[in-house]
């Protein structure tokens, strides 16, 4: 079994974005981090960064994992995994 590099990306998001919650006073680097894996995950499945801050701003990253953002994310390409 593998895991596609997007997925993974999703999973990396998510650690990213823990990291940040964990360090309020907001650090420049791990946001910056967050932003640029960000666009990494749109550009790999070709959607637009603006369309799919739909899903990532209304994402449950306490409860939901990386492939449940992975899932909802190639849901706008109308991917079918």
Excluded: A, W
């Excluded at 997925?7 to 967050?34: A, T």
């Amino acid at each position: 079994m593998s895991v596609d590099i997007v997925e993974l990306s999703c999973y990396e998001y998510i650690s990213l974005i823990k990291d940040i919650e964990k360090f309020p006073i907001g650090l420049y680097g791990l946001d910056k981090q967050r932003s640029d894996k960000h666009s990494e995950i749109c550009d790999l499945l070709g959607i637009d960064k603006s369309e799919s801050l739909k899903i990532t701003d209304n994402f449950d990253y306490k409860t939901k994992t990386g492939t449940d953002l992975y899932l909802e994310l190639i849901k706008l390409k109308g991917v079918k995994k």
